[in-house]
């Protein structure tokens, strides 16, 4: 059973970097997609990006500028950068294991496990 | 830049069925998925490819897309069913949410 481990600092002050890491335990490492998402307090979710093994990525618009995803084949694992952090990016973070494919003419992309998440608070 | 709609919240009550929108544009011409989330949990992927179930999902859930709208029924809602649920698709390389909704079982 595929299990994902998420660890990083929780506490940061404005213009500092967020760095998270997520581990992945049983299963193929090689087959999926790996995504950042993040909830924060009482909010929705929100798609940060994305890596697959060979490093290529995709992030999210609004925070491409800010975003960096990178992989570790060897360790089975993958992490987030975020850099000059403020408030507005308290939230909680989720790693999440992505499977997408194209099915009569049409792609889909789903996550079907999840980290437990790490909550990450910006204060000064 | 795509976006999901949803209402921000249903209700139900038990034994009944729950009908959870998500509106876009040309949504049935992308594959949508549904996650639910239960208080300080993490989601859970209930429905994807518009309507299959993963293993260990009950057969009451249920999910349909066409058209601009895509929707997640759970039928005999149970009180377990109470949780925040959120569509998803996938737009011009980047995962899209929908806004989330509530479903309180009353």
């Known amino acids: 059973q595929v299990q994902l481990q998420q660890w990083g600092a929780g506490l940061l002050k404005p213009s500092e970097t967020l760095s998270l890491t997520c581990a992945v335990y049983?299963?193929?490492?090689?087959?999926?997609?790996w995504s950042w998402i993040r909830q924060s307090p009482g909010k929705g979710l929100e798609w940060i990006g994305e890596i697959n093994h060979s490093g290529s990525t995709n992030y999210s618009p609004s925070l491409k500028s800010r975003v960096t995803i990178s992989v570790d084949t060897s360790k089975n694992q993958f992490s987030l950068n975020l850099s000059s952090v403020t408030a507005a990016d308290t939230a909680v973070y989720y790693c999440?294991?992505?499977?997408?494919?194209?099915?009569?003419?049409?792609?889909?992309?789903?996550?079907?496990?999840w980290g437990k998440g790490t909550t990450v608070t910006v204060s000064s | 830049s795509y976006e999901l709609t949803q209402p921000p919240s249903v209700s139900v009550s038990p034994g009944q069925t729950a009908s959870i929108t998500c509106s876009g544009d040309k949504l049935g011409d992308k594959y949508v998925c549904w996650y639910q989330q239960k208080p300080g949990q993490s989601p859970v992927l209930v429905i994807y490819q518009d309507m299959k179930r993963p293993s260990g999902i009950p057969e009451r859930l249920s999910g349909s897309n066409s058209g601009n709208t895509a929707t997640l029924t759970i039928s005999g809602t149970q009180a377990m069913d109470e949780a925040d649920y959120y569509c998803?698709?996938?737009?011009?390389?980047?995962?899209?949410f929908g806004g989330g909704t509530k479903l309180t079982v009353l």
């Open positions: 999440a294991r992505g499977q997408g494919g194209t099915v009569t003419s049409y792609y889909y992309y789903y996550m079907d496990v």
């Open positions: 049983g299963g193929s490492f090689s087959d999926y997609y």
């Open positions: 998803q698709a996938w737009d011009s390389s980047t995962v899209v």
